[in-house]
């Protein structure tokens, strides 16, 4: 939509400059949103529309959506039999939807904690989820080799697709929608990042050179850059115009990396795995380090004009970043 490219090519007035992301720090830590006995935050999301609610997903197979500002937990989604993995919050609506791999995807109403959908999408493990721009459908991924387009509102699934290339059958790992909504992207277990036409539902562009599984794939809001990530320690930046690699970030050896995400105005990029990292975009330089989580970080989201970071691990914390 044009609102949308309007939204993504202008930089917003108030977002921070690249220097007062460099002086952020620990303002927050929150232990408390999940279970002690089964610890670890494995996904994470932040309202668009009101940036102080919060959505985590534990390994203590709840769904929990937090207020930064009242520090208070606004609710708590039971119903998951496996671990939280996914965790989508609807940018217009208070609803979220979670994904797990008790192979279920459940659409949540917030301010009731009452499930909305339960989505039957998929034979294994859910390892991908996006909301379709419209608000209306969400994207799905399996190790089952398939993608899935449902919609959250009658909890129909209303496309199923087989990755066909993959000999043997190779599970798929990512998924995230481009934000005009026609194509979207997957990763593999086998190091691929798929590029797929939502219509005609053909895999359209392939982006080789990882090495391992993909862990994490980002799209700017703009729609010109993927990111991408792997169990190879490096990020991978793509031209979607050009469709080619024109930049890798290459982190330590062994540095793993579970999540990715720009900014709503593609100025910054932040990677979250064996720590915090932001960069500045174009001339993707390290504009800080945080690494006061201990344990692996899972997920890491900017809240409204990169104004705050907020980052989950396996530590069981959300932590959140600022001045």
Same mark, same amino acid.
């Given at each position: 939509?044009?609102?949308?490219?309007?939204?993504?090519?202008?930089?917003?007035?108030?977002?921070?400059?690249?220097?007062?992301?460099?002086?952020?720090?620990?303002?927050?830590?929150?232990?408390?949103?999940?279970?002690?006995?089964?610890?670890? *935050?494995?996904?994470?999301? *932040?309202?668009?529309?009101?940036?102080?609610? *919060?959505?985590?997903?534990?390994?203590?197979?709840?769904?929990?959506?937090?207020? /930064?500002?009242?520090?208070?937990?606004?609710? *708590?989604? /039971?119903? =998951?039999?496996?671990?939280?993995?996914?965790?989508?919050?609807?940018?217009?609506?208070?609803?979220?939807?979670?994904?797990?791999?008790?192979?279920?995807?459940?659409?949540?109403?917030?301010?009731?904690?009452?499930?909305?959908?339960?989505?039957?999408?998929?034979?294994?493990?859910?390892? $991908?989820?996006?909301? =379709?721009?419209? $608000?209306?459908?969400?994207?799905?991924?399996?190790?089952?080799?398939?993608?899935?387009?449902?919609?959250?509102?009658? $909890?129909?699934?209303?496309?199923?697709?087989?990755?066909?290339?993959?000999?043997?059958?190779?599970?798929?790992?990512?998924?995230?929608?481009?934000?005009?909504?026609?194509?979207?992207?997957?990763?593999?277990?086998?190091?691929?990042?798929?590029? +797929?036409?939502?219509?005609?539902?053909?895999?359209?562009?392939?982006?080789?050179?990882?090495?391992?599984?993909?862990?994490?794939?980002?799209?700017?809001?703009?729609?010109?850059?993927?990111?991408?990530?792997?169990?190879?320690?490096?990020?991978?930046?793509?031209? &979607?115009?050009?469709? /080619?690699?024109?930049?890798?970030?290459?982190?330590?050896?062994?540095?793993?990396?579970?999540? &990715?995400?720009?900014?709503?105005? $593609?100025?910054?990029?932040?990677?979250?795995?064996?720590?915090?990292?932001?960069?500045?975009? /174009?001339? +993707?330089?390290?504009?800080?380090?945080?690494?006061?989580?201990?344990?692996?970080?899972?997920?890491?989201?900017?809240?409204?004009?990169?104004?705050?970071?907020?980052?989950?691990?396996?530590?069981?914390?959300?932590?959140?970043?600022?001045?």
């Amino acid at each position: 939509t044009q609102e949308r490219k309007k939204r993504g090519r202008t930089v917003p007035e108030d977002l921070v400059s690249h220097d007062t992301v460099r002086n952020f720090h620990t303002l927050a830590s929150h232990p408390g949103l999940h279970s002690a006995s089964v610890p670890g *935050i494995l996904s994470l999301d *932040i309202h668009a529309a009101d940036t102080s609610k *919060i959505l985590t997903g534990g390994n203590d197979r709840n769904a929990t959506v937090f207020n /930064k500002d009242t520090e208070q937990v606004v609710a *708590i989604l /039971k119903g =998951h039999t496996k671990k939280v993995t996914r965790v989508v919050y609807h940018p217009e609506e208070d609803i979220v939807i979670t994904a797990s791999p008790d192979t279920t995807i459940r659409v949540w109403d917030v301010p009731n904690s009452q499930p909305l959908q339960l989505l039957r999408a998929h034979d294994g493990p859910v390892t $991908g989820l996006s909301l =379709h721009p419209t $608000g209306d459908y969400v994207l799905s991924t399996s190790t089952d080799q398939h993608w899935a387009f449902s919609d959250i509102h009658t $909890g129909r699934v209303l496309t199923k697709v087989a990755d066909e290339s993959s000999t043997g059958g190779i599970a798929l790992t990512t998924a995230q929608f481009h934000p005009d909504g026609l194509i979207f992207g997957t990763g593999t277990s086998d190091s691929q990042v798929k590029i +797929w036409d939502l219509k005609e539902q053909s895999n359209v562009a392939n982006f080789p050179g990882h090495s391992g599984p993909i862990t994490a794939i980002s799209f700017s809001e703009n729609g010109y850059y993927l990111a991408t990530a792997a169990d190879d320690s490096c990020v991978k930046l793509w031209d &979607l115009r050009k469709l /080619k690699n024109f930049k890798t970030l290459q982190l330590d050896d062994g540095y793993e990396i579970k999540d &990715l995400c720009f900014d709503q105005s $593609g100025t910054y990029l932040a990677v979250a795995g064996t720590d915090i990292r932001v960069y500045l975009c /174009k001339q +993707w330089q390290e504009l800080k380090v945080f690494n006061d989580h201990t344990a692996m970080a899972t997920g890491v989201r900017f809240g409204r004009n990169a104004q705050y970071i907020a980052s989950s691990s396996m530590d069981r914390t959300l932590k959140l970043y600022g001045l």
